[in-house]
């Protein structure tokens, strides 16, 4: 009864906190904000009030972040942003139709909302995500917003605010910039979506109506702010359907303060991020980032590959003006080699390329219910089409073509895709010629070769054999030899998964062969290792993950789903780490720095530790890693530390067996423990040298291998000169 008691009276008290602490993050009908007072969301994130811009003596309403120390405040959100108030005279008031009238000097209203429905008791609320919103008071705190703030972005896009359009009520939000840091006014630059003319919904940034950079919201990666190397990282979302189009982001780490801002001087898109410790913003990502970043800046036709020279002509094509082109003026772009055939339809084609950035699609067509084949007979119906492919942008169905020059395109690393560009049957042939004779020599040299490959094989076949068999006798002398309960996947799951093993989902290169991203059928997520034919990753290294992957179970190490053993394909299956590996943080400068503070460089050190003991002395296995290190360490969305990659493992057995003796010594320089690299011995203290060269890495931030100091080797070297862990902090004494 005594509990039941305390609970209510706790609640109660919850309950007046509640109501007290958030009557300054609302206004109500008969209140109002004048230039003295202020409203402050009920985190104490965000303030809405009275500015002034710089030495500017105008009266601006705003939205700013209240707990920052900094001279000078960071406003994300403008009213009046043309319309100044030049004295202390402003009030903001909701009327009787339930609008936000902001009066100024002398009672005239400078800036109002227009809410489609009107209503007679309304209310305001400055959000914690720093949304100023409407509502009928009727509807209470958990109505639906008659207006918001974020429909109507300034210059800068918060997390969670949308950038894009809603198709039901045409309603438009783009983000402009300020025309100077005095005058919030929007001055000539502007970044949206716009699909007004195109099927395909691009973003732009503009400089009044020319273009200046382009990105497809589509896959992310050249978005305003994205991450080419972590996209998951910065959880981007973009949503392309009936009603809406638009871009969100939201961090997946909560405490990231991040915005991104329009900068009106460099005219770029700049991703900032809140370093705590320095009270400062830190810019991130800036696009455009290089040369290729700036809208067609090769010209028609062009393709812009980065260095020496900038600029290429698409295959096909030649300069316009070869002179120019070698003075690097290429404005004028590419024409044809040799001119299309375009009547009779069967004797242009096409020619494939593959990790473009795709052309503009200003004057583009798509059907998403056409296959490829389909396309490609439309494309060459139609004389002005100039190159096809598939609609989805993870390719496969749907058909997108283009109509004339070809802008905008550029050599991408990591993200291109595939597209189809006509070429005239001449053109076509000469380069079928060109391959044709590459392919006799290609098959020459194989001949010759494949007699001598195939001895090789067999002798190393047998060799690998009998290896096998004296490993087998080996390792699992006494180990419970029970029948593996791990699911198979067929490889055409796996395919369609990871899309054919595309190279978007590509995550990166293992010491075995690549890894993929997948998304089975249900939504799971899912990393694939794919063995590379050519690997030293035999068989025998294979097998040896599976089985000793698939007895181990512990919260630091990542989790196996399965295998996938056809033909000569060996793919291991593992949960997918949203937040790749551990080298990926400590060793970048600017996301090391603000993703990881020390509790959580704590977590991951202890984490590790958990795993590592987990597999020296409380698995049922005796288990040596052998290749601890920062890139096998895997973070997950809550970015703890899971041990990865044990391709090199192997298990001690009989009980109180610590070590062995190996005559090929394997592992990575720079973690192998000195009698291992020097005499072959391994033992569990191989991988607790391995963990202390990854402790040192991760308080310092620094590689032991690319360390550098003028009067020690390495890292270690440099730890054990200065000795003494407790100075740690000499490593980097400015970073923190
Ligand atoms: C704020 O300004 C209003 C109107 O200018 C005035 O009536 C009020 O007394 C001021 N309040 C404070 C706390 O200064
Ligand atoms: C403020 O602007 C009004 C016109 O909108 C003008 O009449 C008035 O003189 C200005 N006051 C000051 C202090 O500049
Ligand atoms: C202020 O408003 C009054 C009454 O509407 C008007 O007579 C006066 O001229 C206005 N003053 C200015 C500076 O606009
Ligand atoms: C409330 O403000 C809106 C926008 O300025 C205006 O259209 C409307 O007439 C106002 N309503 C009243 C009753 O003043
Ligand atoms: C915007 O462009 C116009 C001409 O297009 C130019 O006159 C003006 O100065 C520009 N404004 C800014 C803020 O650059
Ligand atoms: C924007 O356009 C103006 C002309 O309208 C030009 O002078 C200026 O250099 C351009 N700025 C950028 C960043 O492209
Ligand atoms: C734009 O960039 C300039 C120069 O880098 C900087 O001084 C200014 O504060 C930036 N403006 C914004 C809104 O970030
Ligand atoms: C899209 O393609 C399908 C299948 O070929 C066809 O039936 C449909 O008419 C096409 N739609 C348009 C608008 O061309
Ligand atoms: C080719 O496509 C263009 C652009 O969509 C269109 O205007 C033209 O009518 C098409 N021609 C034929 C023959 O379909």
Redesign the pocket.
Known sequence: MGGLCFLLISTNLLFLFFTISSAVDIISPSQSISDNTTLVSSDGSFELGFFSPGSSTNRYLGIWYKNMNIPGRTVVWVANRCNPINDSSGMLMI???????LFGQNKS?VW???SVKRVENAMVQLLDSGNLVVRDVKDGISGPYLWQSFDYPSDTLLPGMKLGWDLRTGLKRHISAWKNSEDPCPGNFTYGIEMELQAYPEAYIRNGTAKIYRASPFNGLTFCGSSEKHPARYGFNFVYNDDEVYYMYKPTIKSITSRIVLNQTTSSCIRFHWKKEDEAWTAHLSRPRDVCDHYGFCGANGNCIGENPVCQCLKGFKPKSQGKWNLADWSLGCVRNKPLSCQKTDKDGFLKFVGLKLPDTTHSWVNKSMNLKECRAKCLNNCSCMAYRSSDIRGGTGCAIWFGDLIDTTQALTSGQEIYIRMSASELEENDSKLKTALIVVAVIAVVFSGVLLVAYYIHRRRKKLKEIRDRNQDNEGAPNEDLELPLFELATVISATDNFSSNNKLGEGGFGPVYKGTLAGGQEIAVKRLSRSSGQGMNEFMNEVILIAKLQHRNLVKLLGCCVQGDEKMLIYEYMPNGSLDSFIFDQTSGELLLDWPKRYHIICGIARGLLYLHQDSRLRIIHRDLKASNVLLDNEMNPKISDFGLARTLTGGNQTGGNTNRVVGTYGYMAPEYVIDGLFSVKSDVFSFGVLVLEVISGRKNKGFYHPTSPNLIGHASINSKLSSCCTYAPNRW
């Not at 009327?95 to 009238?101: A, F, I, P, Q």
Request: hydrophobic content about 25%.
């Open positions: 009327n009787s139709t339930g609008n936000l009238v209203v109002s909302t227009s």
